[in-house]
């Protein structure tokens, strides 16, 4: 009796979504489930076939100046048409593309090309992605409806990252990008099915939900410099924990011993388990808070995250635990940052640069990617450890939050 009931529960809490909401998640949750893996595991793919850090590096570097132009051809297009399935599929098609040059990559020239056409894809997806949610949440808050999205991806990521490394290790290598290719085709066909509803979704939304986010705006908010600059730094260290964090693990730090590759994975799954679990919750209670409460949020989590990973690096056996209560930090500063920062995003910008608003706030995770695993490539192959990374991600995000209290509130 009690399965059952659960699953009613489920599917009730469920159903309080509108229908296009809960399109959009799946998408989402697809969309996510085959780039966890890509995202998370790649750098160790190519670091077991012989890469250096500096070489991995550059392909995420590469693949994040490629999405600069496509975020920003993105965003004009979003500005003038309602036909928003079109990116979805054609950043679908290029996501499949570059997971087939992936598989063949045997040297750095097809993992440069394969990390260009993610960079192309996600520039085309995410602006896109991101763009429909207010016009498909009515009457759902715009900060619930972008916690219930990015639950979603939550889910997805960790399920890519989980079973795409059990695949890797018993399977074949490169299993995470045949999982992307599938996850892509069945996008295509949930957006395919339901293109026309999508299109008149959006038309009979949009003016309604742009009054709701004051039509009459015609300048950027006084305080979106310092608002885009927090953003830009939360997306390095999100980036950097992304690509760096298992690096670094895998070749130890100044007195840390080096971590086998399963422990390492173990530990990036624990993360997207707190981030699935902890997503919703912080979500709907920073949807309760004033607008920059999720940033601020996220910049200390980050902040004490990032010395405790420093601190690591000195240590040996106790290291561990300094890695784990990082790791907690990050997922609170992750779940707490990525459904504000596009809420805050989209309320600062005028009313007819929405679509550019949110290529610039994807640009801005993209821009993570310019020079973080690049810059931290070379330091670790340098020294051999990231130590000197962290302490200054540390004390930028610290330095931004004092500044953000001081000059806004």
């Known amino acids: 009796m009690v399965i059952p009931n659960k699953f009613l529960i489920s599917k009730i809490w469920w159903s309080q979504f509108p229908f296009h909401l809960r399109l959009i998640t799946k998408i989402r949750f697809f969309a996510s489930f085959g780039a966890g893996g890509v995202i998370y595991l790649t750098s160790l793919i ?13 392909g995420f570097t590469i693949s994040a100046i490629i999405g600069t132009l496509t975020r920003f051809l993105t965003g004009n297009y979003l500005n ?25 990559a045997k040297d750095i020239y097809f993992y440069i090309i394969g990390q260009a056409l993610i960079g192309s894809a996600a520039g085309i ?25 990015r639950s979603s991806e939550a889910l997805g990521i960790f399920l890519g990252v989980f079973i795409g490394g059990f695949m890797n290790n018993f399977l074949y290598l490169k299993s995470i990008f045949i999982n992307d290719i599938f996850c892509m085709l069945t996008i295509i066909f949930l957006i395919l099915r339901n293109k026309i509803s999508i299109k008149n979704t959006l038309e009979n939304y949009q003016k309604k939900a742009l009054d709701l986010t004051k039509s009459y705006q015609e ?16 997306t390095t260290s ?20 080096v971590i086998n590759e399963k422990l390492i994975s173990l530990i990036i799954s624990f993360q997207l388990i707190l981030l699935l679990i902890l997503q919703w919750p912080i979500g709907s209670w920073i949807s309760k808070k004033g607008k920059l409460f999720g940033l601020k949020f996220s910049l200390i989590n980050f902040s004490i995250a990032s010395i405790l990973l420093f601190i690591s690096s000195f240590l040996n056996i106790r290291a561990f635990y300094f890695v784990f209560v990082a790791i907690i930090l990050i997922s609170l500063g992750t779940s707490s940052f990525l459904p504000a920062s596009t809420d805050i995003v989209f309320s600062i910008a005028p009313t ?9 706030l994807s640009q801005c995770f993209a821009m993570g990617y310019f020079f973080g695993p690049f ?30 209290f001081k000059k806004i509130f």
């Open 375 to 404: 810059i931290s490539g070379r330091v670790l192959d340098s020294f051999g450890y990231a130590s000197i990374i962290w302490v200054c991600i540390s004390f930028l995000c610290l330095s931004m939050f004092t500044l953000i």
């Open 46 to 58: 190519f670091n077991n076939i012989g890469f250096s850090a500096t070489e991995i590096g550059l």
């Open 80 to 104: 003038k048409t309602t036909k928003i399935h079109i990116p979805l599929v054609i950043s679908s098609l290029i996501s499949i593309a570059a997971s087939f040059f992936l598989i063949l």
């Open 238 to 257: 999100l980036a950097l924990i992304q690509v760096t964090l298992p690096l670094d693990l895998v070749k130890g730090g100044v007195y840390r011993e």
């Open 125 to 149: 997806y995410w602006p896109t992605a991101e763009f429909v949610v207010p016009y498909f949440c009515n009457p759902i808050d715009t900060r619930k409806a972008y916690a219930l999205v």
């Open 352 to 360: 007819n640069k929405k679509g550019y608003a949110l290529a610039l």
């Open 219 to 234: 300048r950027w908010n006084k305080n979106s410099i310092l608002i885009i600059i927090s953003i830009v730094l939360i």
